[in-house]
């Protein structure tokens, strides 16, 4: 699998609430960070998932940039997203970047940020 096929993977797997799909792009030890600063493990993310905390109900790529160098790769993206965040419905433009590492001929994400775009 290529990069570019994994982030596309990675956003499906977001809008659908596919849990089983974001474990296997996650690796295990990846820390993100909101645009409040909140640093979030994997667990936590797919916690939210889980428990219907968070739900996508629109992501929209953009533009998307990729930086592959042998084992890790960078994906830069703007997407407007909307989602239910704790029952409150919330709207953003969002630049994610990700940075991902192959194990095993698979992309998995191992740091991840998203900012607000003006």
Do not use: C
């Not at 533009?63 to 042998?70: A, K, N």
């Amino acid at each position: 699998m290529d990069l570019l096929t994994a982030e596309r993977q990675l956003q499906a797997a977001q809008r659908a609430a596919d849990v089983e799909s974001l474990d296997a792009l996650l690796h295990p030890q990846v820390v993100g960070a909101g645009p409040d600063g909140t640093v979030f493990t994997k667990e936590d993310d797919l916690a939210g998932y889980r428990s219907g905390a968070l739900r996508i109900t629109s992501l929209v790529e953009e533009s998307l940039d990729i930086q592959e160098d042998g084992q890790t790769g960078v994906t830069r993206m703007v997407a407007a997203v909307d989602a239910v965040q704790s029952g409150a419905a919330v709207s953003a433009r969002l630049r994610y970047t990700r940075l991902w590492v192959r194990e095993d001929d698979n992309w998995r994400v191992l740091a991840a940020t998203f900012v607000p775009v003006h």
